[in-house]
């Protein structure tokens, strides 16, 4: 069965330092890969994707996120978190084998950034 | 840019009523989707349309109904609702197979 995993529920890092929210899958073939973020009481918020070429792809608000195919994973990263960015995040994938219309979504991971 | 509206924002029903979630988007979107979002569960695919006239079951259809009559709206139906359903409801929309555009939400509670 196709899959998304964030095995951290929750993330807490001080403000300042790096931040890593890690995302694997089990999609066939060559899915299209998104992270959202969801702010209290709002819907999703588009951060970045990967559809193809570099490994490396940089998203809004300072947010850049690392594929790794051998290892089916799309880490979301930031190299200074801020207070701001405490949120709840979705890693999502786009397998494009049923037409690309759906979308599977990670549970979600809630990072807390402290002062 | 009003991009995807959600209509109502709060709803409360008892079990056994019906009701429809209406979805508006103004980005000329053909793809439009009903998401539900349940706690450690991330969003679950109800319905989705990739184009007016036309819907399609997502993971969860079971209890609800949806149409597309107009491009730019997605309704969303419980015929006889139930506390299972109780959970906040997500439109969106996405051109092609681009990311999406969710709506504020709407939390509805079957008591």
């Known amino acids: 069965a196709q899959s998304v995993a964030q095995p951290e529920d929750q993330v807490n890092v001080a403000e300042g330092n790096p931040l890593t929210v890690k995302c694997t899958y089990s999609v066939s073939g060559n899915p299209y890969l998104f992270w959202y973020v969801q702010y209290p009481n709002r819907g999703l918020q588009f951060l970045l994707k990967?559809?193809?070429?570099?490994?490396l792809v940089k998203g809004s608000y300072g947010f850049e996120a690392e594929f790794n195919k051998s290892q089916t994973s799309f880490h979301l990263k930031k190299p200074s978190a801020l207070v701001s960015d405490s949120a709840l995040y979705f890693c999502?994938?786009?397998?494009?084998?049923?037409?690309?219309?759906?979308?599977?979504f990670g549970a979600g991971t809630r990072l807390f950034v402290k002062a | 840019n009003a991009g995807v509206t959600q209509t109502p924002k709060f709803r409360v029903l008892k079990t056994g009523q019906s009701m429809t979630l209406l979805c508006a988007q103004d980005m000329n979107h053909e793809y439009m989707y009903w998401y539900r979002q349940d706690p450690g569960m991330g969003l679950r695919l109800i319905h989705y349309s990739v184009g007016e006239g036309t819907t399609a079951k997502g993971e969860v259809p079971d209890g609800y109904n949806v149409s597309r009559l107009k491009k730019q709206n997605f309704l969303l139906g419980l015929e006889s609702a139930a506390p299972s359903q109780t959970s906040v409801y997500f439109c969106?929309?996405?051109?092609?197979?681009?990311?999406?555009?969710f709506g504020q939400g709407t939390r509805l509670t079957v008591v």
């Open positions: 990967y559809i193809t070429g570099d490994n």
């Open positions: 999502a994938v786009r397998p494009l084998d049923t037409g690309g219309f759906k979308t599977i």
């Open positions: 969106a929309s996405s051109l092609d197979k681009a990311e999406a555009f």
